[in-house]
């Protein structure tokens, strides 16, 4: 009898060992629960981060400050939001490094409009050089469209300060503010900008993606993170990338035209991505951001950003782009492709 049961018992232990060196690891990823993640919840849906050994599970936050804060104190080891001069200064900081590309503002994709509320555009504001003197609304000071709005006036040589921005915290709070008159106009997502406009509460006057086209957002991790877990990192953006390479087939292929395809699993992954943020297909559809295949980095627009907060005195004037991104993950991307 105690033989039988020191089989067992090694038996038992054997198997829980074996259990233990196959277990997946465990890790958390902060993201809006919007379609500028849909990279995560792909390879959540269809086993990429699994096929890498990782259990991931998503915490869902509302601003990319939170995120960052996420990512900076460890309770997510990866964070996957939009850059704002508060991520810029918690990377300068050392709390953060960008290690691969998010969504873009592109061209031909429609990410974020400028919408004008009706009056406005019936006494003349019909586009973005329209924009000098007028009241625009913004979710928050420092925020992407912040950027964005000063980029656009640097374009048509409008003076910055001439355009009147109101911060009102929230996108429900910006659609309300240029629907109901309180200002002129506001930059807000695809999915706002065409309800503001069927319902007569506005009417589009311009894409970003097509006037500033813009790395708007990206994958971070913590100097932390990167040092101690780099292997698991590599892990983790091969799957990243591998779900981007799926959207890029199923929603970013043009025909001979040059119109938009419905590509490889289109239907598929429109359920994956309706499914994780709430939202039904036919929102999704007319408002599916661009990510670049490779989850490259554009460091020539990052620096461009930087050089817009600074002059706003957002940011520290001694930032610069090589504190915040880590160049060494990208080519790990490049070759997964290969």
Same mark, same amino acid.
């Given at each position: 009898?105690?033989?039988?049961?020191?089989?067992? %018992?090694?038996?038992?232990?054997?198997?829980?060992?074996?259990?233990?060196?196959?277990?997946?690891?465990?890790?958390?990823?902060?993201?809006?629960?919007?379609?500028?993640?849909?990279?995560?919840?792909?390879?959540?849906?269809?086993?990429?981060?699994?096929?890498?050994?990782?259990?991931?599970?998503?915490?869902?936050? /509302?601003?990319?400050?939170?995120? =960052?804060?996420?990512?900076?104190?460890?309770?997510?080891?990866?964070?996957?939001?939009?850059?704002?001069?508060?991520?810029?200064?918690?990377?300068?900081?050392?709390?953060?490094?960008?290690?691969?590309?998010?969504?873009?503002?592109?061209?031909? @994709?429609? $990410?974020?409009?400028?919408?004008?509320?009706?009056?406005?555009?019936?006494?003349?504001?019909?586009?973005?050089?329209?924009?000098? $003197?007028?009241?625009?609304?913004?979710?928050?000071? $420092?925020?992407?469209?912040?950027?964005?709005?000063?980029?656009?006036?640097?374009?048509?040589?409008?003076? @910055?300060?001439?355009?009147?921005?109101?911060? !009102?915290? /929230?996108?429900?709070?910006?659609?309300?503010? #240029?629907? =109901?008159?309180?200002?002129?106009? /506001?930059?807000?997502?695809?999915?706002?900008?065409?309800?503001?406009? #069927?319902?007569? $509460?506005?009417?589009?006057?311009?894409?970003?993606?097509?006037?500033?086209?813009?790395?708007? =957002?990206?994958?971070?991790?913590?100097?932390? /993170?990167?040092?101690?877990?780099?292997?698991?990192?590599?892990? @983790?953006?091969?799957?990243? !990338?591998?779900?981007?390479?799926?959207?890029?087939?199923?929603?970013?292929?043009?025909?001979?035209?040059?119109?938009?395809?419905?590509?490889?699993?289109?239907?598929?992954?429109?359920?994956?991505?309706?499914?994780?943020?709430?939202?039904?297909?036919?929102?999704?559809?007319?408002?599916?951001?661009?990510?670049?295949?490779?989850?490259?980095?554009?460091?020539?627009?990052?620096?461009?950003?930087?050089? #817009?907060?600074?002059? %706003?005195?957002?940011?520290?004037?001694?930032?610069?782009?090589?504190?915040? !991104?880590?160049?060494?993950?990208?080519?790990?991307?490049?070759?997964?492709?290969?």
């Amino acid at each position: 009898m105690k033989l039988w049961f020191r089989l067992v %018992l090694a038996g038992a232990l054997g198997l829980a060992l074996v259990s233990s060196a196959n277990a997946a690891d465990r890790v958390v990823a902060a993201v809006n629960k919007l379609s500028a993640g849909a990279p995560l919840f792909i390879a959540i849906d269809k086993g990429y981060f699994a096929e890498q050994g990782l259990d991931v599970s998503l915490m869902h936050l /509302t601003s990319s400050q939170a995120i =960052g804060l996420s990512v900076v104190s460890g309770n997510a080891q990866f964070g996957m939001t939009a850059i704002t001069a508060g991520i810029y200064t918690m990377a300068g900081k050392g709390g953060l490094k960008m290690i691969a590309g998010g969504y873009e503002e592109h061209p031909g @994709f429609h $990410g974020v409009a400028i919408v004008a509320n009706k009056t406005a555009y019936e006494h003349g504001l019909r586009k973005p050089a329209d924009l000098a $003197g007028k009241k625009i609304a913004i979710t928050a000071v $420092g925020s992407g469209s912040h950027n964005q709005l000063a980029r656009l006036a640097k374009k048509y040589r409008l003076n @910055f300060a001439d355009m009147h921005l109101v911060p !009102v915290q /929230t996108l429900a709070n910006e659609v309300s503010a #240029v629907k =109901g008159g309180q200002v002129d106009a /506001t930059p807000v997502p695809a999915t706002l900008a065409e309800k503001l406009e #069927v319902t007569g $509460g506005g009417k589009i006057i311009a894409w970003m993606g097509d006037e500033i086209p813009t790395q708007f =957002g990206g994958i971070f991790a913590s100097p932390e /993170t990167i040092a101690k877990h780099r292997a698991l990192t590599q892990r @983790f953006l091969r799957a990243y !990338v591998k779900a981007i390479e799926a959207y890029d087939r199923a929603f970013q292929q043009r025909g001979a035209d040059g119109h938009l395809l419905k590509g490889k699993d289109y239907d598929g992954l429109l359920d994956v991505i309706s499914r994780h943020t709430g939202q039904p297909r036919k929102s999704i559809e007319i408002a599916l951001p661009y990510f670049n295949p490779e989850a490259t980095l554009k460091i020539a627009d990052l620096a461009e950003q930087i050089d #817009v907060y600074k002059s %706003l005195k957002l940011v520290d004037s001694n930032l610069k782009v090589d504190a915040i !991104v880590d160049r060494s993950f990208v080519p790990i991307a490049e070759a997964h492709r290969q």
